[in-house]
């Protein structure tokens, strides 16, 4: 079998350029129409860059932490680049898709790979009505915000907000509020990945909020609606034996 044609896009940093540069002259760089896989070379933030880049592609995405995280990246290693990338498991993701409608009625759509997540940007605490699948589940949520997670990205800023680690593979969102006021006991909940939600701001015009879908902010946010998108489909490459199945499991038992 042929080796795999490989691109090699790079984050801005000294490091990740210079690591770009030795695996350039180790293995080449195949021009990106002719690429049969493209290693992203530096943390999650470029991770996520790279899979939004090429998310109409379907062209698989292997990861080398040239970062300071890199949950989505695979360990450097300048060794057998070409048999690490035959021997990689590919784990499929979903994106999340969010159609957000603000407050002068205009109406817009990203993709969230991580999640969704809505942010006061005043003093005031925002209020938020949860419905799902058009069944009222909570009337008013005063919080800081709201965030709405997929498997891949329950272990990133849901984490950070006390929210559920997911299994890779679970059918599943995680919706977690950050620092909730009332109700006072309302941890979040684990949604089927299926489920419409529909968030409603209550009072936009005073208590604004922004709604984001990973690095993509849609300000003034009135109403967002969140939906599986599964026309979609992110092919992450991991190494055998630290798929990213494993890693959840891992970052589970961390203390």
């Excluded at 899979?51 to 300048?78: K, R």
């Excluded at 936009?204 to 690095?215: E, G, L, Q, S």
Aim: glycine share 4%; proline share 4%.
């Amino acid at each position: 079998m042929s080796e795999k044609k490989i691109t090699f896009i790079s984050s801005e940093t000294k490091q990740a350029s210079d690591v770009k540069e030795k695996l350039v002259n180790l293995y080449g760089n195949s021009d990106l129409s002719k690429a049969d896989v493209i290693v992203a070379l530096g943390g999650d933030g470029l991770m996520l860059q790279v899979l939004h880049q090429f998310i109409e592609t379907e062209i698989p995405i292997y990861g080398i932490n040239c970062g300071s995280v890199g949950f989505l990246m695979n360990e450097l290693n300048y060794d057998d680049l070409h048999n690490k990338i035959k021997d990689s498991e590919i784990t499929i993701i979903n994106p999340l898709k969010m159609t957000v409608t603000d407050i002068n009625n205009d109406q817009y759509t990203e993709i969230a790979i991580n999640e969704v997540a809505l942010s006061r940007t005043t003093y005031q605490a925002a209020k938020l009505k949860i419905s799902i699948n058009d069944k009222v589940r909570l009337n008013e949520l005063i919080s800081d915000g709201l965030l709405i997670s997929t498997p891949a990205g329950s272990t990133a800023y849901n984490l950070s907000a006390d929210g559920p680690i997911l299994p890779i593979n679970a059918k599943l969102m995680a919706m977690t509020p950050t620092s909730p006021f009332r109700p006072r006991r309302w941890k979040g909940a684990l949604l089927d990945i299926n489920s419409i939600v529909e968030i409603d701001v209550l009072d936009p015009d005073f208590r604004k909020v922004n709604a984001t879908a990973d690095n993509h902010e849609i300000k003034n946010a009135k109403s967002i609606i969140i939906s599986n998108d599964e026309t979609k489909k992110l092919n992450i490459m991991f190494d055998s034996n630290h798929n990213l199945e494993e890693r959840i499991i891992r970052e589970q038992f961390m203390s």
